[in-house]
């Protein structure tokens, strides 16, 4: 019951952060210590996959509780975003950044080699070379074709890909994309139909991305842990995106530093039983 309810919990919290352009669902998942948790119960419905029960049930406490924390805090997050962008972006940079002491324990290093600096380096590149890729290439169309179909199915699993992988913000790979505003049409008007590519190359980019990634952390897990932490650290940038700094004072920073330290303080409190465990 206990593990449950903190199911629950972190996945209200998972949920209403994805709808901060540049905060990933990812890293939230990672540094409150059930992304590997998540990755092994999709993996459990691949081809020899184990337990399914067990991992259905997990995923619908974390499912359902990500579905009731974005609309719950959906319209509470974009009133902040709209009247206060830069405090809010301070208290989930604050937020990121709690989370890094479990990744690094995660990686376990103990003694850095010359070789983790490129695997960071080569997290920070991916999320930059994502965000170069042309804004209209995956535009909606009104009527699907063969090659329209194909462009939304490869869309949808980039999309998975930002969904999934930490430090890539899901909001943020639908602008990087292009297509946030056109989901958001679609979705208002129910008019499903043209998202049906698109959604099923989700589901397949989902499958095949917590595959390689469930992989790589059984065989690699120390350069994979360090790739997600380039990854955390590329995506800061995209947090303060756009955001004005030129009407701030003291006082302002003051604040703005108050919420960063009480962001990293909550989610290093709410990573804390994590990483005594892993330390255990």
């Not at 009731?68 to 509470?76: A, H, I």
């Not at 056109?182 to 499958?207: F, K, T, W």
Request: glycine share 10%; aromatic share 10%; proline share 5%.
């Amino acid at each position: 019951m206990k593990n449950a309810l903190f199911t629950v919990l972190k996945g209200l919290w998972i949920g209403g952060t994805l709808t901060v352009p540049g905060v990933s669902g990812g890293s939230m998942a990672m540094i409150l210590g059930i992304y590997d948790k998540l990755i092994e119960a999709v993996g459990a419905f691949l081809p020899g996959g184990k337990n399914r029960k067990k991992a259905f049930i997990f995923l619908l406490e974390a499912g359902v509780a990500g579905i009731v924390g974005f609309v719950l805090f959906s319209n509470l997050v974009t009133m902040l975003m709209a009247r206060f962008p830069l405090a809010v972006c301070f208290f989930f940079a604050g937020a990121v950044a709690g989370g890094i002491p479990i990744i690094l324990k995660s990686a376990e290093i103990h003694r850095p080699k010359p070789l983790d600096v490129l695997f960071v380096v080569l997290g920070i590149a991916c999320v930059f070379a994502i965000s170069k890729i042309p804004s209209d290439l995956f535009s909606i169309p009104i009527a699907l074709s063969v090659k329209s179909v194909l462009l939304q199915l490869l869309c949808g699993i980039l999309v998975a890909i930002g969904f999934v992988l930490p430090g890539i913000s899901l909001s943020q790979m639908l602008y990087v994309l292009g297509i946030y505003g056109e989901i958001m049409d679609h979705v208002s008007r129910l008019d499903i139909l043209p998202l049906v590519p698109l959604g099923i190359g989700a589901v397949i980019g989902v499958l095949l991305t917590a595959y390689a990634v469930e992989q790589l952390l059984k065989c690699v897990p120390r350069a994979t842990y360090l790739v997600i932490f380039g990854f955390m650290l590329g995506s800061l940038p995209e947090i303060f995106a756009d955001k004005n700094f030129g009407s701030f004072g003291v006082w302002d920073y003051l604040l703005c530093t108050l919420l960063a330290l009480v962001g990293f303080a909550a989610i290093f409190a709410m990573a804390l039983p994590e990483l005594r465990k892993k330390q255990s």
